[in-house]
Structure formats: C-alpha cells, structure tokens
C-alpha cells in the first residue's frame, strides 16, 4: 500500500523515471482511460490522465497523425502501453506506425518506444537523445531503441496537409522539449512544457530551467504563428490563448521570486507569501510537495538567478 502510495504520488507528476523502475504492469483501469479522441481531420488524441486518479494513470497524451505514408506518433505513453496505443491506432487506420516523436526524456511519454521495434524512426531533439541514453529503458542491449534520428533547433518532415515540424525553443521542463506543429491543422503538441495549468515542474537533473521555462515559453508565444488549438503533455487540448495564459502564469511566476529575492527575503520566506494571482484561479500550486510546488520552484529560481 506504502510503495503504491508514494508511486501514486510521484507518478501524479508523470515525470519521474526512477520510480518508474518499481512500475510492474499499467492497471486496467489505466488502460482503459488511454481513450482515442479525434482532434481535427487527420490528427487524433490517445487521452492520459489528470493526477487525480492514479490508478488510471498511463502517461503522457499521445497525438496519433495519419499521413500518406502512415502514421506519426508522438509520445508512447508508460512501458506496458504499447499494444493499448495500437489497439487505439488501428480502430481509427490500417496505416502502420511509420515514425515516432518523443517530446522529451521522460518514462511517461518513452516507455513504449521500445514496442513499436528499433526499425520505426524515431526522431527527437539532441538533447533529449542524450538523456534518454542515461535510462534504464535504453540501456545495453536495448540501445538499439534510441532515437536514430535527431536535430538542434526545426526540423521539418513531409509537406503539404501532411507536413509536421518540431521545434525546439531552449530549456523548460529539461532540456531538450521538441513542440511538434500540425501546420495544416493549426495545431501544436507542447509536451510537459504546458503539462496542465499547474506550477511547473522543471527536471533540473535533465537540463531543465524555470527561468528558462518562462523564457522558452514567451519565446514560443512571440515566434509561432497560425495555431489555435494545443495539445497538453497531460490535459487533453486547450486553445492557444490558455497557452498565452500560461506563458503569462510561469512569468509572472519568476518576476516575482525574483523580486522577493530582491527585497532580500529567503527563499522559504518568500514561499510562505506566495499568493495565486487571481487571474490565474483554478491553477494548481503545489501538484505535489516533492517535485512542482511554490517552494521547489522559487528555491530553483534562486540558484538560477545567483550563477
Ligand atoms: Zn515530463
């Protein structure tokens, strides 16, 4: 009950490899939540879950594209979920998984790269590869499915309707975020960089910065043009104006750390004040106490703005 516990916990990030060893098999309950949803046209959604059910838990959201030559996935969800994405993939194409995109590094967004074979190319940032070559998942023998393929700032792939292009903007959630853009459908994939409305998770272990999380988003905001729809690394799909929004809500979030930094308060002093903007109502502040929380994060702001 303990271990499960403090899995369910840390899971609720959806971002902690290490635990993830200790994961065995995805619950049925979780298996059956990975719902398909059409998006737009081509471009469908294999649903995760919020945190606050963990026995549902199984990732983070997929996008499922059907192109000409078959089918762009990007993210694979926690191990033990590949034969549910294919299951979901093949009640909407007979097209085969041709390419895979990882946002970034984490478990719950790699975990089943491995089900789809070493011969599907995957595709991921450079930083990210890097990461991933650390995790047990990628390790020895299983080498062979790292990403093949990787690029530093946009690559583009396809054309036309069919047309998908990643970017990466700098640092956030780690180092090596890719935000994927359906161009034809106005649509992005934001990865953990826009998990859910919540106080940023930042994994300063894979490169990840909350300066930069706001830098990068702001950077994101003011570069890309023509998208009106998002989808979330946990939330299903927001509009790009709640995108906008939580641009605003990361750098308000770092102006005033640091302020209050300024003003000489410490870093547990300055926790202990912060208040919720009320423009911002309803954005969760301490998704859990480990890891996205008030204090973490101005602690993190900090040693940032001190180097
Ligand atoms: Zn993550």
Redesign the pocket.
Known sequence: MKRILVLGIIVS???LTLVLSAFQAPSPAALSAAKIEKVKDNLYIITGSGASDMNTFSG?TSAVFITDSGVVLVDTKLPGLGPTLMDRIKSVTNKPVTTIIN????S??VGSNEFFGANVETIVQENTKADMAKMDEFKGDKAKFLPKRTYKDKLTLGKGKDEVDLFYFGPG??NGDTFVIFPALRTMHA??MF?WKAIP?V?TGNGGSITGHAATLAKVVNTVKNVDTIIN?HLPTTTWNELKEYADFTKDFVDWAANEMKAGKTADQAAAEYKLPAKYKGYVVTVNEQFANVKGNVQTIYNELKK
Do not use: F, M
């Open positions: 990030l959806g971002c983070g946002t970034h590094t984490h719950d967004h959630h780690t990865g953990d998990a998770y994994d690394g």
